[in-house]
């Protein structure tokens, strides 16, 4: 079983910062790549940044560009998500996943941490 454990979610206001990171454990999967979604209430989720795990080449949402920062860490099995100039729509549970490969889809999923930014 993989498991997946988000951290470093909780409260800022807007402008401010947060940085979350997910540990990958368990037994061997393949992973080509991981990424961060989000659901806020009454909304589907959305993915917000993934990034290839082997060249570590980066991909993010519109509405995330040039505010969020998706890196890895290999040797620790860590994704992480820097969000800066939060705003209070980024308010959402934020989730991360993992793609086994190419020809999957998002299949493995964290528990979720909380992100709410006030105005």
């Known amino acids: 079983q993989v498991q997946l454990v988000e951290s470093g979610g909780g409260l800022v206001q807007a402008g401010g910062s947060l940085g979350l990171s997910c540990a990958a454990s368990g037994r061997t999967f393949g992973r080509y790549a991981m990424g961060w979604f989000r659901q806020a209430p009454g909304k589907e989720r959305e993915r917000v940044a993934s990034i290839i795990w082997s060249d570590g080449s980066t991909d993010y949402a519109g509405f995330v560009k040039g505010r969020f920062t998706i890196s890895r860490d290999n040797a620790k099995n860590t994704v992480y998500l820097q969000m800066n100039s939060l705003k209070p729509e980024d308010t959402a549970v934020y989730y991360c996943?993992?793609?086994?490969?190419?020809?999957?889809?998002?299949?493995?999923w964290g528990q979720g941490t909380q992100v709410t930014v006030s105005s």
């Open positions: 996943a993992v793609r086994p490969s190419v020809l999957s889809s998002y299949v493995y």
